[in-house]
């Protein structure tokens, strides 16, 4: 099995590390890998002496490389695998065998187990002996040695093992019960999941309670994975207690209720946006989880070069809306964050109307709508309107009012960044004109509509090509340049959880509206989508073939995406 042969060699890196004398120098690495340029490296290297320093450091302090490819270098040195701690989940019951303070001191995270007795451990500086002795002594187990970037494992460490609730502690609302272990292993709980929901990236948390315990499972890219089951007897007290963070009616449990509150966990805020369903076996609870700190740069959304121009020239315009659709979940929000990344660069003024602010964006001035006041879409966005900004994100057009408004701002000489829930690109025309968009004004006020959904990246650790059969070349019409096709299978290993998968990429549909002519006006979906393909357009499904064909994500996870679509 792939897992067992896999812990073997974690077992053979073990014992051998890290005794091996470099055989390449650090600079050389850096240079051949293309982190660094041999003039950078000389320089660095005739500092050395005066500075007293690493090469890597000074190479860092000076800009010339990054601290991640230094770590990437060093594990090359050593040997060693490189470990981006941005796409692995970091295993609780591995993280716990270390105390938070010989974790900070010696720059080390234990993050999964490969073995029964043989724990994977990520470390800033492989050089240092003294640590991965210490390590043995501190874990009581076997341990693989792997590298992260030092900046990446610190904020890992801080997040692992600083969950603060910061909410209110809780006044005359907290509910009684009459053991009190009850209620305080509720809020351990669910300090622990919240903590374990952010540190595996799972973007929600759900409780469903069945008739002996209550389900836990997490979202992660998308797939619903369940987790250890919560005892019954704390169902009432763990419902309760979400209730409190979110300041909700703990007395009511027939109605839907909502809310939401802030946790910090290791010094980065998270939205936690909670919802609470009455079911037959007693209250559903799901928690959303909306981390503010992330990469938003438009070349990390995975745009083909082609569709990335065309998106880049839609929203260069000085004025004009550009539309992202797709269901709940599928990036779309982030797609236009990643555009407002991009033109804020301090010539344009820009203003938002959110549902909620999902990330914090330096310079912009953001506005939440909040309902129970009365700042809907639509007021708030009359709102900013008079600040007179150049560029405007108005979270999702769902009123005919917030519609008119739009698009009456984007033929007056703002670029309006919106989203739409509709399933397509070309479902976005006949949307617009159910809420009462004059269809006239389409084809001049919209600069293009990108639709979009998430796929799971295929693990690259154990995914195995195969030459697909002439009826999936049929069917996906798959063609490679230079005869028969390459495709990946996601097979599943320890690196990915056994799921053959890791991490999530975009599929796009762009859809520019200018040209499309007399189907704006009364065409139905389907005649849009068809004049949209004549036109050129590259829908959905022909984004995820060349995805999988580059060996990013599957043809099965293509098929599972876009499956209810049309084929063209
Ligand atoms: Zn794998």
Redesign the pocket.
Known sequence: MAGAAAADTGRVEAASIPNAAPALRLGELLVREGHATQEHVDQALELQPVLRKRIGEILVEKRWTTTRAIAEALALQYGLEFVDLSQVAVDQRASQLLQEGFAHKHQALPVRFLGDDLVQVVVADPANLNTTDELRLALGLNCSIAVADPAALEATIARTYHVTVSVSDVGPDEPEFDDPTVAEGALDLVNALIGRGVNARASDIHLNPQVRDVLVRFRVDGVLRDDSPIEKRLQQAVAARVKVMATLDIAEKRMPQDGSFVVYIGGAAVDVRVAVLPTKHGEQVVLRLLQREQNLELPDLGMSSEMENVFLRAIAQPHGAVLTCGPTGSGKTTTLYAALDRLNNGERSIATIEDPVEYQLPGVMQTEVHSRIGLSFSRGLRTILRADPDVILVGEIRDEETAQIAIQAAMTGHLVLTTLHTNDAAGAIARMRTLGVDPDLLASSINCIVSQRLARRI?H??REAYEPSPEQVMEMNLIAAGGTPTLYRA??????GNT?Y?GRVALYELMPVHGLGRVLLDGSTDEVFEAAVAAGMRTLREDGVRLSLAGVTTLEEIRRITGDRRLV
């Open positions: 693990c650790h154990c097979a599943g290993c320890l690196q990915c053959g890791s």
